[in-house]
Each structure stands twice: as structure tokens, then as C-alpha cells.
């Protein structure tokens, strides 16, 4: 049987012929590693393919040709799913036609893509996937496809069906018809929102290629047959570029500089050439390389009823220093040790218990339990009750499969009592942390930035009651290209958020100021009550209650504020009239929301994963709900996404429609050598505006209470 390939150069047949020749040979070839599209996401050029990459894998990218500069990032979140959010400017064509609002700033489309794996690769079948591309977008690259890729060798192949921008070239129906084949290119309301409506219409075409792995190990040749031939883009039809077509077959090559990042070239159309880099790492493979304190060795001293007074600060000393209790407070009743502290270093409570435990053993104090009682901003939240019996035959090994939870029992923490013997309380507190405030795809300029530093200091008068204070101070930023001065889209919302440009002027700012009431009651019932300037632009009082059962995926909360809006021409001010030059402002409202947490672990698909959804009332006083999904990975890392949808109509919300965002949050100990249970928060917002905003409380509940049910601060995953 004669197999005949269709190349599309003599170097890519070249080598093609020589795999196919040397198949029975022993050479091994290298794994074929799969890499981004121009459009960010897994694929051939411009074409998809079913490929996903490793659980967690995460990618950012650049691309430019002659027409687009394509920024892209990419996150496989699930196994079965890869999302993409890029901003592609258009070199040919400016923001706007006033040049004293945008300047020369190109014209710049915000995208988000999707891509469901539907059926695995077997012996027999494809990896088949279905995708969609620019999902809720102004329409310019907004397409659907269904692919399928099997691989031979060193070979992958791809053939897919698409609609709409991934099947323009109408290889299926009439190549004479009308450019989007009567596909509705408008877009519903202001932009942002799904138009379901339009999907798998239009035109629709056959698209494929495949990848071939070289023997040689960083290199890679593409080849494809394009499914879009270019008359309805974007600078086509608004005369910027005719885009013209001399070949339907791109091809190209990647370079694998390393592990993590990648050189892309293309030849395309027959007549643009296109540049690309990429940079990869995995969330879920991140893991911490510390330089902690050696754990204590199990050499437990003589039996004796009591220590010296110096001998229990030491003990109250080394639990912070190499178990992470800090502020302990050190209780004995008669036959317990009671230690009550908050956990500061490690997010995995059993390693910090085990340290804690053979630091009493070795003590020599011989009592039938120690009690931990983890404590959160001075409130108990769980107790773990250790029987040093038990844990003795847990240290020395002394059975087959020797585990810590056969010493260990967790409980509600119940009430203390006998007499203290050592405190480690500081009640005072100052730190300074990196602030950053951005915004990308801006009128103006491509990326708005703030880079400053955050001081925050507290003091606690007792167990209940917090002061706490925030100064932020501006280093360097470019909010002054900042245009808006009056409110955007002609909306007459209270401009609770978009007024952002004069609360980010001053060089430095009071971030916060605040009194705060904590306590709990019952076994799963927290609160506080709170009043002061509560963020930068909102000064109230309010109160939070949460209902959380203790090692239960699943939380109940609610919180009251009645708010005004900070005068950001003054440190302490207050707006008194609604009324402004800058538009309507808030002078008094309510704000509030009843919120469920809820972790789906009972869906093994879902397993990681947090969802969080609050109904109520916003700032600028409409109402609706509140969606925030986020996912965490084993070594930590979260990565969210949230969108809120109020009585407001698109018109009314003004461009974006409703309100959305995404953030990824890491924790310290996988950036830093030293254990911790903090972490770095980074948000984006493709839009800031006024509907479905919240207030920026300084303390939430549910992350106070973390170690009731441990998500934030939950162990890594081997």
C-alpha cells in the first residue's frame, strides 16, 4: 500500500521521510510536547487541535504579524478543560478617531476561550474536544469547533469542523456566499455578554494539520490547512487591510528553548510571517523548598509533675519558633496542658500537632492529654486533643503503619480553664506588603498600573476587640492617562467605583481605619461588628454573622453595611452631596449579601474546587447575585473566576454588561524558603464599573475560620 503526504516545504517532507523509514529502527523519539496557537490555548497556527496540556499547566504568550499583536494566557484547569482570556490589538487600526482620548493606542478586543475534552485517546480513537473561541466578546474572533487529534508516532494528527471565525472559508457550502454566511455578527447589550443564539451558525469548513516531532528534541514543524480565509476580519471589513489569502496551508515551527519556554514562527496566508514566545509553568507541580527548623527528635524526659516558670516560657518560645503556635498562651489543669495559639507557618496542621506534641514529650510533664486549640484574630476555632500514650508509640515506631491520627482527635474547641503558665501575647502588629493595582486593554493605554507600598498595623485590646490601620503610598503609576472624568457610557450610576483615577492621585492615601468586634457562640457560629473607614473609597459600620460546622464542606454566612463615600480630595472626608462634578456619588446606602460556601467534593470531576454565592444588595444599590468559582491545585495554588448580575440592564451597566473578573492566588511558602500560611492575591478586571461591586471588607469570616474545614490554608497534596 503507497501512502502520499501533501507537504508544505521540501525540509518538513524531508524529515517526514526519514521517520517513516526508519520506523523499524531502535531510535527512540523524543515526546512530542504540544504548544500554543497564535491565539494562546493548545493548537496547530491558527487552527485548534483536541491537545490539552498537564493538569494546571499555565502559559502566557505573545504573537504578532503584520495585522494582530495577540497577548494571550492560558490555564488548564481541570483535566478535561483549557481556558484562554487574550487581547489582541490591531495594528492597522486606532482605539478611537479622537486622538486627544486614546492617542495612537491601537484598537484593542478582549477575548475568552473554552475547550471541553470530550472522549480520551485510545488504541483505536482520537482525543476529540469541542471548543469555542471569543465566548462573549464583540464578536471578531468568535467561533465554535469540534476536533479531533490521534498520533502516530511522532506524528499528530488534527481535522476538525468550525463555525463562524474558524470556518469562514465555507469549504462545506458555497465559497461565492456572503463572508459570515448570514452568521449575526452584532452583539447583545454592551458587549460581554454569551450570544448563544449565533453559535454553530454561519459559515462552516473543514480545518487540520499535524504536528511532527524532529529528532531533534527542541524542535517542532507544524503544518496546516486553514479553516478562515480572512474576507470578514476585523481590518478587512472596516478597510484597514485586505488580509489577502495566496495559500490556504500555513506551517511553521517551535523551538524549545527549555522546559518552559518556547520560540513560535509561522508562515501564513502564503504571505504573512508570524512571530511567537511563550512562557509555561505548572501550578500544580509547585512545590515549596524550605529551610525550616529541624524537627524536634523524639528523646522524651523523665516523668515529672511540673516545670519551672522559665522552663514553660521556653516551651511557649519553641512552639513558635519550630511548631508555627504563636501568641500561645500555656494553661495546666490537672491532668491537661492546654495550649492556645494561632498557627502561622504551616498550612498542614498534623506536621505542626507532631512538632508541638514531642516538644511537650520531651518536656517530661506527664499529664493524660494535650489540648490545641488553634485560635484566628483571638477566636477558637478548632481543638485537637493529643493522647501522649499513643503518641509515644507513634514516635517510636513501635507498630506497622504508625499514623499521628491514632494519637489525635479533632473537636470544637471547648472552654479553658486551669491556670496560666506562660504567654507569648504581642498585641501589637505592623508589617509592610507590595501593592500593585492594574488594568489591562484601557482606552488610553494598553496596561493602566500602580505600584506601591501597603503598611498595615493592629493593635488588640483583648480577645475581642481589634484596632486596625492601612496607609498606602503610590511608588510610580501612569493613572494619569487616565481620560474618564465624566461617567462612562452615559450611565447615571453612582459612581462607587470608577472614579478610580482620583482615588489613586494622591501619593499616599489611608487604606483603612477601623474597630472591629469579634466573637463566637455555640460550636459553629462566628461574628463581628465593625465601623471606620473600611476600605479606600467607603466609610460605615456594619456586621458579619457565619454559621460554620466544624469539618463540613459547606458555610452560611450573612453581612449588613450601611456605607458613604470617601471625598478623595481629603484624608478624613466625607461626600455630603450626592451631586458631583464627576457625576452622582454615594452619600448613604445599604450593602449587604447572604453568602453559601460550598466545596462540591461529591463530584469527583469538581473535586478542589469552591463555589461562593452571595445575594443582595451592591454599592451603587442595585441588587442581584454574586458567582465566584475558584479552584485549587495540590500544591496550593487557587485560581478563580467571579461575575455578578444585578437588576441593572446592559444599557444601563454601561460596556462589559455585568461585571466579571479572575484572580490567582499563591501561597507564600511555594515562593519563599521559609513555611507560611499567607499568600499573594492577583486580580483582574477586564472592566472597572459601578454595577455589582462590593464593599472591600478588611476581615472575612470564612478565611478567619479557615482551619475549621482548611481550604485556604489546606495541605499540599503529594
Not at 107 to 117: E, L, V
Not at 508 to 532: E, I, K, P, W
Request: hydrophobic content about 35%.
Amino acid at each position: 500500500m503507497r501512502t502520499v503526504f501533501y507537504c508544505g516545504g521540501l525540509l518538513l517532507c524531508g524529515l517526514l521521510s526519514f521517520s517513516l523509514n526508519t520506523a523499524a529502527d531502535e531510535f527512540s523519539y523524543p515526546a512530542l510536547k504540544y504548544s500554543q496557537s497564535d491565539f494562546g490555548g493548545v493548537g496547530l497556527l491558527q487552527m485548534p487541535s483536541a491537545r490539552m496540556m498537564d493538569d494546571g499547566e499555565f502559559s502566557v504568550g505573545i504573537t504578532n504579524n503584520e495585522d494582530y499583536l495577540n497577548y494571550t494566557v492560558s490555564l488548564q484547569l481541570f483535566p478535561w478543560f483549557e481556558t484562554t482570556i487574550r487581547y489582541t490589538q490591531v495594528h492597522d487600526l486606532k482605539y478611537s478617531s479622537d486622538p486627544s482620548f486614546s492617542g495612537n493606542n491601537s484598537y484593542t478586543d478582549k477575548s475568552i476561550d473554552g475547550k471541553f475534552r470530550l472522549l480520551n485517546e485510545t488504541r483505536w480513537l482520537p482525543q476529540v474536544s469541542l471548543g469555542f473561541r471569543d465566548i462573549g466578546g464583540t464578536g471578531l474572533f468568535d467561533g465554535e469547533y469540534l476536533v479531533g487529534s490521534k498520533q502516530f508516532g511522532p506524528l499528530d494528527l488534527s481535522l476538525g469542523l468550525g463555525w463562524g471565525y474558524l470556518g469562514n472559508r465555507n469549504n462545506l457550502g458555497d465559497t461565492r456566499a456572503t463572508p459570515d454566511c448570514g452568521r449575526d455578527s452584532t452583539y447583545g447589550g454592551q458587549g460581554g455578554q454569551i450570544d448563544s443564539g449565533r453559535m454553530f451558525s454561519g459559515c462552516k469548513a473543514i480545518f487540520g494539520g499535524l504536528e511532527y516531532q524532529t529528532p531533534f528534541r527542541a524542535l517542532v514543524f507544524k503544518l496546516e490547512y486553514d479553516g478562515n480565509d480572512y474576507r470578514s476580519d476585523f481590518p478587512v471589513r472596516s478597510g484597514a487591510s485586505p488580509m489577502e489569502v495566496d495559500s490556504n496551508w500555513n506551517f511553521g515551527a517551535v523551538y524549545n528553548l527549555s522546559n518552559s519556554t518556547r520560540l513560535r514562527v509561522g508562515y501564513e496566508r502564503g504571505n504573512t510571517v508570524s512571530l511567537g514566545f511563550t512562557m509555561a509553568t505548572n501550578l500544580a507541580q509547585l512545590r515549596p523548598n524550605w529551610r525550616d527548623e529541624k524537627k524536634p527528635d523524639y528523646k522524651p524526659a523523665e516523668p515529672r509533675a511540673e516545670l519551672t516558670p522559665e522552663e514553660w516560657q521556653a516551651l511557649a518560645m519553641n512552639l513558635d519558633k519550630n511548631a508555627g503556635y504563636a501568641d500561645a498562651s500555656i494553661y495546666r489543669e490537672e491532668q491537661s496542658i492546654i495550649i492556645e495559639a494561632r498557627q502561622r507557618k504551616y498550612r498542614d496542621r498534623k506536621e505542626a500537632e507532631e512538632r508541638a506534641a514531642l516538644l511537650l514529650q520531651n518536656s517530661g510533664i506527664d499529664v493524660d492529654s494535650y489540648r490545641i486549640i488553634e485560635t484566628s484574630n483571638g477566636q477558637p476555632l478548632t481543638e485537637t486533643v493529643v493522647d501522649p500514650v499513643a503518641f509515644g508509640r507513634f514516635a517510636d515506631r513501635d507498630y506497622y503503619g504508625a499514623d499521628l491520627d491514632d494519637a489525635r482527635v479533632v473537636m470544637n474547641p471547648q472552654p479553658v480553664a486551669g491556670k496560666l503558665k506562660a504567654k507569648m501575647n504581642d498585641p501589637f502588629y505592623f508589617g509592610l506588603s507590595p501593592k500593585l493595582e492594574q488594568s489591562v486593554g484601557g482606552s488610553e493605554t494598553f496596561y493602566f498600573y500602580a505600584i506601591g507600598v501597603r503598611a498595615a498595623t493592629s493593635y488588640r485590646f483583648s480577645k475581642h476587640f481589634l484596632a486596625s490601620a492601612g496607609l498606602d503610598a503610590n511608588i510610580l503609576d501612569n493613572y494619569d492617562k487616565f481620560k474618564y472624568t465624566n461617567s462612562p457610557d452615559g450611565t447615571d450610576l453612582k459612581r462607587v467605583r470608577t472614579l478610580i483615577r482620583q482615588y489613586t492621585e494622591p501619593v499616599a492615601r489611608l487604606n483603612n481605619l477601623q474597630l472591629t468586634y469579634l466573637d463566637h457562640f455555640g460550636d459553629s457560629f462566628y461574628s463581628q461588628v465593625y465601623a471606620g473607614y473600611l476600605e479606600t473609597m467607603f466609610a460605615g459600620a456594619g456586621f458579619e454573622l457565619l454559621y460554620r460546622p466544624l469539618a463540613k464542606t459547606w458555610a452560611f454566612g450573612v453581612d449588613a453595611n450601611y456605607v458613604k463615600q470617601r471625598n478623595p480630595d481629603s484624608v478624613l472626608g466625607l461626600f455630603s452631596e450626592e451631586v458631583q462634578p464627576d457625576g452622582r456619588v454615594q452619600t448613604g446606602g445599604f450593602t449587604g449579601h447572604a453568602t453559601l460556601y460550598w466545596r462540591p467534593e461529591i463530584l469527583p470531576m469538581l473535586d478542589g474546587t469552591l463555589l461562593e454565592i452571595s445575594a443582595g444588595q451592591f454599592l451603587t444599590e442595585d441588587k442581584g447575585v454574586l458567582v465566584d468559582f475558584s479552584r485549587q491545585f495540590d500544591s496550593g495554588v487557587i485560581v478563580g473566576a467571579f461575575a455578578s448580575k444585578t437588576d441593572l440592564s446592559a444599557e444601563e451597566f454601561g460596556e462589559g454588561s455585568f461585571t466579571k473578573g479572575f484572580y490567582i492566588s499563591i501561597p507564600f511558602d511555594v515562593m519563599t524558603v521559609k513555611p507560611s500560611t499567607g499568600r499573594a492575591t492577583i486580580g483582574w478586571q477586564p472592566l472597572t464599573r459601578d454595577g455589582g461591586q462590593k464593599l472591600g471588607r478588611k476581615y472575612s469570616l470564612y478565611g478567619m475560620t479557615d482551619a475549621r474545614s482548611p481550604w485556604y490554608t489546606r495541605a499540599i497534596q503529594d
